[in-house]
């Protein structure tokens, strides 16, 4: 949640920005905030008061445990129990709106067991301050260790590059040169 002083400074900001010319659409997205908080903050005292949903007075469930039941609960049974009665009920199953976890199958290639057995590498794009031009980023990983044991930054995209790097990176970590 965001402070009431924070509400404020953001609400000032995207004035000061508006005044300045700005859409209030993007001045608000640029605050990291959607339109409709701000209105919410503008028209229910948010920039007086505050975020008042910690301090909200909810209803207690219908179905909620009393304190003694609670107590009796726990008094009976353990965590193990619990447990125990939930799967046999088919009551163990994910809920909400998250997927419920997936086993996955282990790698079958490029498994590593120590540093310097695989590495990984990859070339990203660089934006540069110039509109269209990139640099492009070369990088090789350590998979067991994910240590970066090697990069270089270039203007252009070319294999050259990328042999250089891994030629340079062997000799650095002490690898007979790839053939």
Known sequence: MIGLEDHQSLARDIDTARHAGARLRLACAS??????TLQRWKTEE????????????RPRPA????????????????????????????????????????ASRPPTTH???????????????????VAGR????????DLYSRKIVGWEVHES??????AHLVRRT??????????
Not at 69 to 76: M, N, W
Not at 85 to 90: C, H, N, P, Y
Not at 157 to 162: I, K, Q
């Open 31 to 36: 605050a990291g905030i959607h339109v409709r």
């Open 46 to 57: 948010g920039l007086t008061r505050g975020d008042r949903r910690p301090d909200a007075v």
């Open 63 to 102: 179905h909620a445990l009393t304190a003694e039941e609670r107590a009796q609960v726990l008094e009976v049974a353990s965590e193990s129990t619990f447990h125990l009665l939930l799967r046999e009920a088919g009551q163990t199953a994910h809920r909400g709106h998250a997927k419920a976890p997936v």
């Open 111 to 129: 498994i590593a067991t120590a540093p310097r057995q695989v590495w990984c590498w990859d070339m990203t794009y660089l934006p540069a301050t």
């Open 134 to 141: 990139w640099f492009h980023l070369y990088l090789i990983l």
């Open 157 to 162: 995209d070319a294999a050259e590059h990328a």
């Open 170 to 179: 062997a000799l650095a970590e002490g690898i007979a040169s790839p053939g």
